[in-house]
C-alpha cells in the first residue's frame, strides 16, 4: 500500500465513528455549515500493509481544545494484534463558506461526549504534538 494512503483509513475510521453515532459526517457537518480541516498530521510505519489484506482502525481522540480536536489511530491486520501503523492528526473546526476558526459546537460536543477526553490547551511543544512518539521504530 502506498504510505499516503494510510490518512485515508484514517479519515474512512472517522467517518463511521459519526455514522455509528447515528450522525453520518458530511451530511451532519454541512447542516451545522462547519468543517473540520486538518492542520497536523503524523504517521509511523511499523510494518508493510499487503496490497489486499483486510485492516482495522483503532479510533479515539486523545485532545480537544477550545477549537480543535486530535484524533488517533492505530492499523492492524483485521483480527491480529501487531501494529502496522499509527498516526494522529488535528482537525480544526471552522465555519463554512468563510473558513474562520471557532469553537466547537455544542451540537458536536453532545455527538461525541462518550469519546472526549475533558478540554486543555495546546501546547506547542514537539512532544505533545506527536502522542506516540516514545514508542521506539
Not at 112 to 128: A, I, N
Request: net charge positive; with cysteine.
Amino acid at each position: 500500500m502506498y504510505f499516503g494512503n494510510i490518512f485515508r483509513y484514517f479519515e474512512i475510521a472517522e467517518e463511521e465513528l459519526f455514522a455509528s453515532l447515528g450522525h453520518p459526517r458530511v451530511r451532519f457537518f454541512k447542516q451545522k455549515m462547519i468543517g473540520f480541516p486538518r492542520v497536523e498530521a503524523w504517521a509511523r510505519f511499523r510494518k508493510p500493509v499487503v496490497h489486499g489484506e483486510m485492516v482495522e482502525v483503532t479510533l479515539w481522540i486523545e485532545k480537544r481544545t477550545e477549537k480543535s480536536l486530535l484524533y488517533c489511530f492505530e492499523l492492524r491486520v483485521d483480527g491480529q494484534k501487531e501494529l502496522l501503523a499509527e498516526g494522529s492528526y488535528w482537525a480544526v473546526c471552522i465555519h463554512r463558506p468563510d473558513f474562520r476558526p471557532i469553537p466547537l459546537p455544542p451540537d458536536v460536543l453532545e455527538v461525541l461526549k462518550d469519546y472526549l477526553p475533558p478540554s486543555s490547551r495546546r501546547s506547542r511543544e514537539h512532544g505533545d504534538r506527536h502522542p506516540h512518539r516514545d514508542i521506539a521504530p
